[in-house]
Every structure is written in structure tokens, then in C-alpha cells.
């Protein structure tokens, strides 16, 4: 999973491992890594952890000589991101997740069903920013949005 979201962000996790946490009945996070066994009707553990690796990753490679570089110094994250994808209003913190998902599921495992079983759980429980990200991943090129965000992110 790792060396995937890896390719496709090219970048690198600061660990080679990256622990994470089980706990039954839990909302997942990337920070600190926690994943639930229950709770997500269509999707297993891997795939939840992979969507939370992907926060991690992008985490793992922020800092502020990013914001220098492109004078934003003054900005938040979400200024930039509104910058870069006005059309997206809610999920700009998620949009990151998505394209790579995207990329790593339907592009390069043609794997369309994982896909379809994220938003069929994402509607179940409402996450309208998820969703709004995801709408924004079908209806645009993944290419260009993967650009932009590793154009924010590389050094």
C-alpha cells in the first residue's frame, strides 16, 4: 500500500513503517493512525487504511518551505486549496485522498467496484465533504488534479 500511494504522490512515507491502531466501534483517522473493524458496511481494513495512509503521506510531506516557495506564507491550507480547486467547496482536505484512490484503484487495479463500495458507504453515513471531493474526481481530469497536488507538495 505504502509504495503505491508513494508512485503515485512521488513521495516518500518519513518512516518505513507506519503503526497503526485496531479499535472496534472508532471513527478512522490518520492521525494517530486508527482504523475500525466495524462500521464500514462495503469496504474492508485494507482499503480504509489505505485512504487514511494517503492523509499521512501528504502530512508527512508538508511543511512551510512549501508555502514560501509559492508566497503563501500568510495563507491556510484551505486558502490554497480554494485557490487551486474553487469549484469544490466541501472535502478540499479529501480531494488529495481521492485522486490518489482514484489512480490506485480504478486507473491502475481496474478496480471500479472498490470505488463505488466507498461512496455507497460514504452516502450511508452522510460524509458530504467525502463525497463532494469524490464528485469532483469523477467529473474532472485526475491527471491535471493529481498535478496540482504534487506540484503544492514537492520540494
Not at 497503526?20 to 474492508?44: A, C, T
Not at 464528485?135 to 493529481?146: G, M, W
Request: charged share 25%.
Amino acid at each position: 500500500i505504502q509504495s503505491n500511494i508513494s508512485n503515485i504522490l512521488e513521495h516518500k512515507f518519513k518512516q518505513e513503517l507506519v503503526y497503526y491502531y485496531v479499535v472496534p466501534h472508532f471513527v478512522p483517522q490518520s492521525s494517530p493512525l486508527i482504523v475500525s473493524p466495524q462500521g464500514n458496511e462495503n469496504l474492508d481494513e485494507c482499503s480504509v487504511l489505505t485512504h487514511e495512509l494517503v492523509h499521512v503521506l501528504l502530512t508527512d510531506n508538508m511543511s512551510y518551505s512549501q508555502w514560501e516557495r509559492e508566497d503563501l506564507s500568510n495563507m491556510d491550507l484551505s486558502e490554497y486549496w480554494e485557490k487551486h480547486f474553487p469549484e469544490i467547496s466541501e472535502g478540499l482536505f479529501e480531494l488529495p485522498v481521492y485522486a490518489v484512490l482514484w489512480e490506485l484503484w480504478v486507473v491502475r487495479q481496474g478496480n471500479k467496484e472498490l470505488w463505488e463500495a466507498e461512496k455507497k458507504d460514504l452516502e450511508f453515513y452522510e460524509a458530504l465533504g467525502h463525497l463532494d471531493a469524490i464528485k469532483y474526481i469523477e467529473e474532472h481530469n485526475n491527471d491535471e488534479t493529481l498535478e496540482k497536488i504534487r506540484g503544492f507538495y514537492k520540494k
